[in-house]
């Protein structure tokens, strides 16, 4: 198993335009969460979407927006980027949402750099 | 406010000394609380977790709920141990995890 996969792996966009960042799940994950990582900083929590529906959302502005797919894989889109935008953006999957420590596991990120 | 504060940014110690990376939180109610080390160029990974009570890789971690803080602790550093450490909570049913800013450890030869 490949892991969790994410694309693109580096991105340039410049003010006022739009992303969207991809990502898919371990086999038989069926909750993705997605984190943003500002350089110096510790990853911060954005969305959480398990079985296709949101079940968690951090301290963004409605510029961020995610989906899930029937196959679990998972969609960021930005809109009306920020130069403040720029970070490492990191999806991570686990097999539900419960407790107990259940394990997440992470991509390798996309890095994002907003001119 | 739920938060974990890591009060060191860097960390650095010789060979075959003892590490400890402090980790303190903030939450009300019951934490679930984890040590991810990412090592150089590769992705963020789990060390360990305080549920389970291990040890990985002669690293371990207890929770003081009293003192609000979840140590992480090696009795002899390895030069491989040379990474980034992140403590992380968990709290309620969601998966978010609140992280700490983060220690880089570097043990010296």
């Known amino acids: 198993d490949a892991g969790v996969t994410q694309s693109p792996t580096h991105l340039i966009k410049t003010r006022g335009q739009q992303v969207t960042l991809r990502c898919s799940p371990i086999s038989g994950h069926k909750s993705v969460s997605w984190y943003q990582q500002v350089l110096g900083q510790g990853p911060q929590f954005i969305f959480q979407y398990y079985e296709k529906e949101e079940r968690g959302r951090g301290n963004f502005p409605d510029r961020f927006s995610a989906r899930q797919f029937p196959n679990y894989s998972s969609e960021l889109n930005v809109n009306a980027l920020l130069l403040g935008d720029s970070a490492l953006y990191l999806c991570?999957?686990?097999?539900?949402?419960?407790?107990?420590?259940?394990?997440?596991?992470f991509g390798p990120g996309t890095r994002l750099l907003v001119l | 406010a739920q938060r974990v504060t890591q009060p060191e940014k860097l960390l650095s110690v010789f060979k075959g000394a003892p590490v400890e990376l402090k980790c303190n939180y903030s939450?009300?109610?019951?934490?679930?609380l984890f040590w991810y080390v990412q090592y150089s160029r590769q992705r963020l990974q789990l060390l360990l977790r305080h549920i389970s009570r291990e040890s990985i890789k002669g690293f371990t971690a207890d929770l003081n709920k009293g003192e609000t803080s979840f140590h992480l602790k090696k009795p002899f550093a390895q030069e491989e141990d040379s990474a980034m450490y992140y403590c992380a909570l968990k709290g309620g049913n969601t998966g978010k995890l609140i992280f700490g800013q983060g220690t880089t450890l570097q043990v010296k030869p």
């Open positions: 991570a999957s686990s097999l539900s949402t419960a407790g107990g420590g259940e394990t997440q596991y």
């Open positions: 939450y009300s109610g019951s934490p679930e």
